[in-house]
């Protein structure tokens, strides 16, 4: 990570704030974790070996599978299968990618996870959010 | 169309990087004490006669109203032309300009303009233009004597009304909706206008008072002998005047953001906003106004009652300084948005009406590059802004707590900032994701 902080930085962060910091932290960040560990020069500690397979599936409205934040290394090869119940098309934002979807037929987004941030993949009819995707 | 925070926009950030969230809370806190300690013990940032007066052609050309009704009506141009492609361009938000330029090149690019070239918007507001053309029709203005004391509290409603629209509203990217907005806040501001005569807009146009705000940390100021001068941007903020409303208008910009910011954490997508409807997003909008007003006014009440002053003047005293802590936060969690989804308008300017063929200027086919600005790089501007806010925020209350008793302690002090502590640290855990 290129991200390097003043070394006095380190002297200045007293004690009282990481703990109070990292109080609210250990709740509910296990994507931040991840970025962190998983930006070294060897990208292959996670579990990614040929591409990232995210499943989805939505019926009757109801999100089911992968959904949530669903953390991505930088650069690996992604492939989002997405099952749907009812015609529509999926729309992954930022990478600007679309899947038309037939009702009960898996269909696949195959793209490299190669722009950072957060984007939405999200049902372009029915406006649900199916999950968002966290490259970085 | 999408459901992402502020308006318009593809992607959002990534969480800050831990290291990154923790250096920057320490960074302000030790900073703080540093300021009330060791900065100055008399105040020293200059009064309402310091700065460099410019040129006096410069000054009679800024402020010529000729001049300034030319610029008005070349806003007044782009707005017309900006409502109707709202009206009848594309209708897709992907491809309609409208939206992208309200929530995007105006109220993002609102910022930088005013930081850097002062009030902006009271120069070049077309509002202003269209009101001197009825007030040939309606001259009196019964309701012009109430004004002074309503200072900019009436500019708190348009701006909630309009960062709830680009915060909360789902259809907010639609252009239907874009336009009515623009359509109504026409109307209903030449109506008031018309009521309480021109200087309304210096009152209650929302995007006229942001841009006044914003444009106290600005280097251009007014001289007490009416020179326009080229002063340090903190003298500027600490002459500004005391008005009532500031501390509102402050508390809801601040408050709003930190919406914009704990819309996108995990905890709220999953949690109180999970279904990302209008009632949550309304409630979780107020909320954090509330929150952010009810810290500010207690800290400031609190400092004002330890130096013995009189508590209810003390939120409205030192609303200025807090301007600088909301900039901070403004910049954190726009930068991104302005340097690679603010690509978007100048790509489909080419062709406005979304008509075959048109190209005007051959960027038509261009696609955002949402690499431009590296993750790296915005993680640094974002906590560098925050902290930057912070620091700023904290010396101008220093500096106005001299100005207001020759003796005061820094433990007087002590409670304000600390508030301004909870409001960067907790800045930080939003863009962190907490």
Redesign the interface.
């Known amino acids: 990570m290129s991200i390097r902080p003043a070394r006095l930085g380190a002297a200045l962060c007293g004690l009282a704030v990481a703990a109070v910091l990292s109080g609210c932290a250990g709740t509910e960040a296990p994507a931040a974790a991840a970025l962190s560990a998983s930006e070294g020069p060897s990208a292959s500690s996670t579990s990614a070996p040929a591409g990232q397979r995210i499943e989805v599936q939505v019926s009757g409205g109801r999100v089911t599978g992968d959904s949530g934040r669903v953390p991505v290394s930088p650069g690996a090869p992604v492939t989002v299968v997405v099952t749907s119940d009812v015609a529509d098309t999926a729309h992954l934002h930022g990478y600007d990618l679309d899947a038309e979807l037939s009702p009960g037929q898996p269909a696949e987004l195959t793209f490299d996870a190669t722009i950072p941030g957060v984007f939405e993949l999200e049902l372009h009819e029915a406006s649900t959010v199916l999950l968002t995707l966290q490259v970085g | ?4 925070a502020h308006g318009v926009g ?14 920057g ?3 302000a ?2 900073l703080s004490f540093a300021i009330l300690l060791l900065f100055w013990r008399t105040p020293r940032l200059g009064g309402p006669g310091s700065g460099a007066a410019l040129p006096l052609p410069v000054q009679r050309a800024v402020d010529s109203g000729r001049v300034r009704r030319g610029l008005q009506a070349v806003a007044l141009a782009v707005a017309v032309l900006v409502t109707a492609v709202a009206v009848a361009g594309p209708d897709d938000p992907d491809r309609n300009l409208a939206p992208w330029v309200l929530y995007v090149t105006f109220w993002v690019g609102l910022v930088p303009a005013s930081l850097l070239l002062g009030p902006v918007w009271r120069v070049v507001n077309p509002l202003r233009l269209l009101h001197r053309g009825l007030r040939v029709v309606l001259a009196s203005a019964p309701g012009a004597g109430r004004l002074p004391a309503l200072g900019l509290w009436p500019a708190t409603v348009p701006l909630l009304v309009f960062l709830w629209l680009e915060l909360v509203l ?1 259809g907010r990217a639609e252009p239907s909706t874009v336009a009515a907005f623009l359509l109504g806040y026409a109307v209903v501001h030449l109506g008031l206008s018309l009521w309480f005569g021109e200087e309304w807009f210096a009152s209650g146009d929302g995007f006229e008072v942001y841009s006044t705000v914003l444009a106290r940390l600005s280097p251009w100021g007014r001289r007490d002998d009416g020179r326009l001068v080229l002063r340090n941007p903190l003298a500027n903020a600490t002459v500004a005047p005391v008005q009532p409303g500031l501390a509102a208008v402050v508390v809801v910009l601040l408050g709003s953001t930190a919406f914009d910011g704990l819309s ?1 954490t ?2 709220w ?2 949690g109180p906003g999970a279904a ?1 409807d209008v009632v949550s997003g309304t409630l979780g909008l107020l909320t954090m106004v509330a929150l952010v007003a009810v810290l500010y006014v207690v800290g400031s009440r609190l400092s004002g009652r330890l130096a013995g002053q009189p508590v209810h003047v003390q939120p409205r005293r030192y609303a200025g300084t807090v301007v600088a802590i909301a900039i901070g936060y403004t910049v954190a969690h726009y930068f ?1 948005l302005m340097m690679l989804d603010g690509q978007t308008p100048w790509i489909l300017a080419s062709n406005p009406f979304g008509l075959a063929g048109v190209d005007l200027f051959g960027t038509y086919g261009n ?1 955002v590059d ?2 431009a600005v ?3 790089v915005i ?2 501007v974002q ?1 560098g802004a925050v902290v930057a806010g912070h620091v700023v925020g904290v010396t101008l209350a220093h500096e106005r707590a001299l100005l207001s008793a020759r003796r005061a302690r820094a433990s007087d002090q002590l409670p304000l900032v600390v508030v301004m502590v909870l409001f960067t ?1 907790g800045g ?2 939003l863009l ?3």
């Open positions: 169309m999408t459901v992402l593809s992607r959002t950030d990534l969480p800050l990087p831990l290291g990154l969230a923790l250096y809370a320490g960074a806190i030790l789902p996108r995990v905890f997508q999953t990302n991104s696609v949402l690499t590296s993750a790296d993680a640094l906590v640290v930080l855990g962190f994701g907490f």
